[in-house]
């Protein structure tokens, strides 16, 4: 039987075999293909949610740049108006009479003082209170007509141990605590008292600065008195934490300071809490102001007063014990970014499952089909890759601009048409290439510097250069972006070149353009005032010296010299009988002259300049020390443009002649300008100027000047 049935069975068993062979590497890769999916799954979500998380971190920077802006602002506003109310107490301590005042009584000759001085010191303050805003807030507001102001806040005069001397009208005494106060000012370390709650349960702030006797010499222990101030902790501050523009709904600033092992706030909050009405413990990790007065200027995550999750920052406010804390609602603040995220989150996710579903069903197709089948398969995958790829290299070939990426060695890593630099080879080529390899040495090494600066940084770097290129000077805007190392890609920089030379050109147009037009409105005012004819091109010139003499940027040149051309071209609104005038001024002639510099700034202050021309112009009357006009600035307040053109306006006008004297010489000009160094000019442009008189030949240059102008 087994003879009969073995030519019968050996086909069969043969095929048995091929079968279980075929059916266990069918199994086996299987099993391959799933690990593989599996593996590849993993990876690919891996990647999304690393990807979602980087966006979601840069959104997080991107508002720690924002909250930080807006504190530096609101911080700079409080400060500065800090400064300016101990600028007030300081400007009464230097008042003679005040000063007079309060020696008499200390010498104790006080009985004798006549009470009309007595008064008018009383009504001096009391003036100077209602202007300054060291008044209650009551009397502030100009309303309850019929209801006397609360005797909470005034300007006062108190001797060393504090007792009050002489007091506005509804200043009360000191307040308790006031005394290291006093002791700071004695030590020329003016500091802010408060808030702290007053005689009616309103909060105040308190300031003070010491009095000297009359030339005496300003040190700790020789003050006669203080001038102390107190005002109300009101609205006049509040206004200060809002943010001009503010477009979000739960985005909040306020202040806080540290009493004992509290956060207390010092300022009404968002949920009507009003000021210094809510402390909270200090020891409370997740609480954002706890964190503030831990570490001012930190940003971070944390919880408000009302347990809501935020987004801060905080600052700290000087001569203070306030911390400034800005913050906004996590869930507003992330809320696009965490719904476009999660939406990028779940479309990878599906079409990494698709993909997944997708190859699952092709392996099981492919499986029942034959290998030429799988082959044509595959082909045509390929070929849809290879169009995919076509289809990305036309995006980036279609753009204006060379985009190329470059490891730290100098080889592209990407390339798109624009990239070839005209150098003949395609983006394909390119890659694996040197820059010199493709730009030159001399162009390469340019850009290589670019590289190796935002390579070091980790941030984006930017330059405009001129090249050549087909033999002709090109303008090249470059950005240089820093990209991240990961598995693919080493750590590279991407390169944006664009050619700009267009956009330079029309800019020069503009430029050109802008100069006619100063040119003639010159023109026009120097037909109008023959005696002062040139002198705002003089002006303009010199200005433009003593900006370069100080190191100062070309736009600071640009804007001294355009500033010094039109300086004059109010002068079209003064009457010409006054212009050729050549006898003295009346002094209602002197206004309208002096009005006329400021008229100049209200006439061109439509005019898009792009650099800050009008406010310069506003300000060329004004004076260091704070006596100028119209707005009585001082110091660094006024901007340097003006300060500048300042000091070149009064040298020019003492080395010119005039209908009423001749020209100064140079050396008596420059000692003019040497012994207003500090009262009227800045010392700084002072000294620019005879720096450059006496060391780059400038002395001789405006001697001539004088000598011509005589002449004529």
């Known amino acids: 039987m087994d003879e009969d049935a073995g030519p019968n069975a050996g086909p069969n068993a043969g095929s048995n075999d091929v079968d279980q062979t075929g059916g266990r590497r069918a199994r086996r890769g299987m099993l391959v293909v799933m690990i593989t999916l599996a593996v590849v799954t993993v990876v690919g979500i891996g990647l999304v949610v690393s990807f979602v998380q980087a966006e979601r971190e840069r959104e997080v920077q991107n508002w720690q740049v924002r909250l930080g802006i807006v504190a530096d602002g609101r911080a700079g506003a409080l400060a500065q108006w800090l400064s300016e109310q101990v600028g007030v107490l300081s400007h009464l301590s230097t008042n003679a009479n005040l000063q007079l005042y309060a020696m008499d009584l200390a010498s104790g000759i006080g009985d004798d003082i006549d009470q009309v001085e007595g008064n008018f010191i009383r009504n001096f303050l009391n003036a100077t209170a209602d202007q300054t805003g060291f008044v209650p807030s009551r009397r502030a507001s100009r309303v309850d007509a019929n209801v006397s102001a609360p005797v909470t806040a005034g300007l006062a005069i108190v001797n060393p141990g504090g007792g009050l001397i002489v007091a506005s009208e509804f200043m009360p005494g000191l307040p308790d605590g006031f005394g290291p106060i006093l002791a ?42 203080y001038i102390v101030g107190l005002r109300p902790f009101d609205r006049t501050v509040f206004d200060l934490l809002e ?12 202040l806080v300071r540290q009493r004992d092992r509290s956060v207390q706030y010092v300022t009404p909050l968002a949920d009507g809490t009003p000021p210094m009405g809510k402390s909270l413990s200090l020891d409370t990790p997740e609480l954002a102001a706890a964190r503030a007065i831990d570490d001012p200027g930190l940003f971070g995550f944390g919880r408000n007063h009302a347990g809501d999750d935020v987004l801060f920052t905080s600052r700290v406010i000087p001569r203070t014990d306030w911390v400034l804390v800005h913050a906004i609602h996590e869930a507003e603040a992330l809320a696009a970014s965490e719904s476009r995220l999660r939406t990028t989150l779940i479309v990878f996710v599906l ?21 030429a089948e799988v082959a044509t398969r595959h082909r045509i995958a390929a070929d849809r890759l290879r169009n995919y790829m076509k289809f990305v290299r036309v995006v980036t070939d279609g753009q204006p601009t060379a985009i190329a990426a470059v490891d730290e060695g100098g080889r592209y890593t990407f390339a798109n048409i624009g990239a070839t630099w005209g150098s003949g080879l395609t983006p394909d080529q390119i890659v694996g290439k040197t820059m010199s390899e493709v730009m030159g040495p001399h162009t390469a090494r340019q850009f290589q510097e670019l590289n190796d600066q935002a390579f070091r940084t980790g941030s984006p770097v930017s330059e405009v250069r001129a090249l050549e290129r087909d033999g002709h000077e090109r303008m090249i805007k470059s950005d240089h972006i820093p990209l991240a190392a990961d598995r693919d890609h080493p750590r590279s920089v991407l390169m944006v070149l664009e050619d700009v030379t267009e956009l330079m050109a029309e800019r020069a147009r503009r430029e050109a353009i802008m100069r006619q037009l100063v040119g003639t409105l010159v023109s ?23 900006a370069e003499e100080m190191g100062e940027p070309e736009e600071m040149c640009r804007t001294v010299d355009i500033a010094g051309n039109l300086m004059n071209v109010g002068k079209i609104l003064v009457p010409e009988e006054i212009l050729t005038k050549t006898g003295p001024l009346t002094e209602d002639e002197m206004t309208v002259v002096r009005d006329a ?55 020019v006008g003492m080395v010119s002649p005039r209908a009423f004297r001749g020209a100064l010489p140079v050396d008596t000009a420059s000692a003019e300008l040497l012994k207003d160094a500090g009262a009227r000019f800045d010392r700084r442009p002072v000294a620019a100027l005879l720096n450059y008189l006496e060391n780059r030949g400038g002395a001789e240059r405006w001697r001539r000047v004088g000598e011509d102008d005589g002449g004529g």
């Open 597 to 651: 510099m400021v008229q100049t700034a209200d006439l061109l202050g439509a005019v898009s300049f792009d650099l800050p021309v009008a406010e310069t112009l506003r300000q060329l009357q004004e004076r260091w020390d704070g006596h100028g006009y119209p707005d009585g600035l001082a110091g660094d307040a006024i901007l340097l443009s003006a300060r500048i053109v300042m000091v070149a306006n009064a040298f």
């Open 524 to 546: 026009l005012v120097d037909r109008r005032d023959p005696f002062s004819a040139n002198h705002s091109a003089l002006v303009a010139e010199l200005a433009r010296d003593i």
């Open 243 to 254: 943010q001009p523009g503010n477009a979000w709904e739960t985005a909040e600033t306020y």
């Open 351 to 371: 079409l990494i499952v698709f993909v997944l579903v997708g190859a699952l069903a092709l392996w099981r197709h492919g499986t029942s089909v034959r290998l």
């Open 184 to 225: 700071a000012a004695s030590d020329g370390k003016p500091a802010v008292y408060g808030p702290q709650d007053g005689p009616t349960g309103e909060p105040l702030l308190g300031f003070a600065v010491p009095l000297y006797a009359v030339q005496q010499e300003a040190g700790s222990g020789n003050e006669i008195g």
